[in-house]
């Protein structure tokens, strides 16, 4: 009987630079394995966010070869899944949360992941336990649920505040937490797409609620009042010179700042700002073994 080819997982846009997904494919091409690709929205290799949780149960792991993410989802939600995560241990912060079931490796050498995916192949039912409990335990919405609630009654100084989720792109993690934050976390939340909806309609949203969680990538020209606006930032790219100016402006219209990364907090601090650590929980009703 034949043995099956290893299958190592990848999530991302592959025409993105900063995925390197060459990488990918080089390990995969090296150690002879089937390299199975969730691509972006607009690719034949699509993967719907509701059908993920059936694409990492069936890999042997999951390689993440970013060379920047915040905080990664496709790593989360693997690790409940029981799928075991290899990640460059400066990507993200799993490795400064100590979360289980990854391996961190150390430099984005093709020779060098290979053997970290044999170790992890090795390993996997031990990793896969340590993982799933690890994301049950620490990374579900329950436990994430009072930093939201701290961050939405400190800025609005009400108890039960309305908050609004302006999401700009619907396919993306923005998107997906925006609606897992209302079933798991503040049910007086609406969500708003600004891109679809009148603009009267969106002016008339944003003056009835207490607190606008605005994203970084939303930045536009409709009207937050800058008292209750929260701006989310979950990448560093702000900080690239092309995107300054614009990043400075928005971070004078607003009253706090916000992201679901702890190394992303420390290059906020120095912005004059209140900023809140108030990370990603895992929806364990979608994503589980």
């Not at 060379?67 to 490795?95: I, K, N, Q, S, T």
């Not at 020779?111 to 994301?135: F, P, T, Y």
């Not at 916000?258 to 009703?285: C, I, N, Q």
Request: hydrophobic share 40%; proline share 4%; with cysteine.
């Amino acid at each position: 009987m034949t043995k099956s080819k290893v299958k190592i997982g990848w999530v991302g846009d592959f025409k993105r630079n900063g995925k390197q997904f060459d990488l990918a494919y080089l390990v995969a091409k090296q150690l002879n394995a089937e390299l199975v690709v969730a691509g972006p929205v607009d690719s034949v290799i699509y993967v719907d966010h509701g059908e993920m949780p059936g694409f990492y149960r069936e890999l042997d792991c999951l390689l993440v070869t970013s060379a920047f993410e915040a905080h990664p989802l496709c790593v989360y939600e693997a690790l409940a899944c029981g799928c075991p995560v290899l990640l460059e241990m400066g990507v993200g912060d799993c490795y400064v949360n100590n979360v289980r079931g990854v391996f961190y490796y150390k430099g984005f050498d093709v020779d060098n992941i290979c053997k970290a995916v044999k170790s992890v192949l090795k390993h996997r039912e031990q990793m896969s336990g340590d993982g799933v409990k690890c994301i049950q335990t620490e990374w579900n919405w329950g436990v994430v649920k009072p930093s939201y609630e701290t961050l939405f009654r400190d800025v609005s100084g009400v108890d039960y505040p309305q908050v609004l989720w302006l999401i700009d792109v619907e396919d993306w993690s923005w998107a997906f937490m925006g609606k897992e934050m209302k079933q798991y976390v503040w049910r007086h939340l609406k969500d708003v797409y600004v891109s679809t909806v009148r603009r009267d309609y969106l002016d008339k949203v944003i003056k009835e609620c207490d607190v606008v969680m605005n994203h970084v990538w939303n930045l536009g020209d409709f009207n937050v009042p800058p008292e209750k606006n929260v701006l989310c930032v979950n990448n560093p790219s702000f900080i690239h010179p092309s995107n300054a100016e614009l990043f400075y402006k928005a971070v004078d219209g607003c009253v706090a700042l916000t992201t679901v990364s702890l190394p992303v907090v420390d290059m906020l601090r120095f912005m004059g700002k209140p900023v809140y650590y108030a990370s990603r929980g895992v929806d364990l009703e979608k994503f589980h073994p």
